[in-house]
């Protein structure tokens, strides 16, 4: 098997070859960005989406991306051919560069260092699509908008790994992050839905969460489906009480929640709307208008 190819800092590289010095801000401090993208049947899912929220993080945290738009978008494109990538996994980052000790990061120092990886996704299987997963609660808070806004997909992604650990500890897949008001966010890697008496809901992004790309797609889906979605502040109560529950991220797509810290939501097994929704994002990301061609 041939090796990986990284793009880094303007060259196609083997992966043994694509190395970041121990002294860039990524690495000493996770300054940086980063976006996680998928491609199925030779395109880039919603790859606009994506490189705008990239363009937009980095504007959060003043760091000024090394390349135009139009120029990522060859860079995650060229990636994906360099590895023969039809379907699989992208991971874009931009970290400070700095290469430099202390916090602020001289202009003069090196320039935001950019790069890509792709390569293949470990998906779930049939079976937990049906059986669905299990999440605990995590007795972590969602970090605050005025500490570092979670709509910003930064590389200190402590929170979420922190959460991510306790769930496994717990032997669960996934965890649930309140915020201080006890209000549900998201998961560490997706977002989270509940079906009540036909209706869908989500929390909105002003609280705590991530404005996810399969997020967004699930609105259309509930539009083209006729089925009522609401982006509403709700509690754990509201969740651990509904009909169906599921969450959304571009690793996951859309997968239930059928247990939440040992109980069972609904019947405890994957729920009507969910199947109906994952069943027409399967059909959704073949059309040719939703992905950038590799």
Not at 99 to 107: K, R, S, V
Not at 228 to 254: M, V
């Amino acid at each position: 098997m041939s090796e990986q190819i990284v793009y880094l800092e303007g060259k196609y590289v083997p992966m043994s070859e694509a190395r970041i010095p121990v002294l860039d801000h990524g690495v000493l401090y996770g300054d940086g960005v980063f976006e996680g993208i998928r491609a199925y049947n030779g395109r880039v899912f919603r790859l606009d989406d994506h490189i705008k929220r990239f363009f937009e993080a980095a504007k959060a945290i003043r760091l000024t991306l090394p390349l135009s738009y139009d120029e990522i978008i060859e860079v995650v494109l060229e990636t994906c051919r360099q590895n023969n990538i039809s379907d699989g996994y992208i991971r874009l980052v931009c970290t400070r560069g700095a290469d430099a000790l202390g916090l602020y990061p001289e202009p003069n120092n090196h320039p935001p260092r950019l790069f890509c990886i792709a390569g293949q996704v470990a998906l779930y299987t049939d079976e937990a699509y049906q059986r669905g997963l299990k999440v605990i609660t995590s007795s972590l808070r969602r970090n605050k908008a005025t500490i570092v806004d979670p709509q910003i997909k930064s590389l200190n992604y402590l929170n979420n790994i922190l959460a991510s650990i306790e769930a496994r500890r717990a032997n669960a897949d996934e965890a649930l992050l309140l915020n201080e008001e006890g209000l549900v966010t998201e998961c560490t890697g997706d977002n989270v839905f509940f079906v009540k008496n036909e209706v869908v809901y989500t929390p909105p992004v002003w609280l705590g969460t991530l404005d996810g790309i399969t997020r967004k797609v699930v609105f259309e889906l509930c539009q083209n489906l006729s089925i009522e979605i609401k982006d509403q502040p709700f509690t754990r109560y509201n969740l651990l009480n509904s009909d169906e529950a599921f969450l959304t991220g571009t690793a996951a797509e859309i997968i239930a929640l059928t247990e939440l810290d040992g109980q069972k939501i609904g019947d405890g097994k994957a729920g009507e709307v969910t199947m109906r929704l994952l069943e027409a994002f399967r059909e959704y990301v073949k059309d040719e208008k939703n992905g950038a061609k590799i």
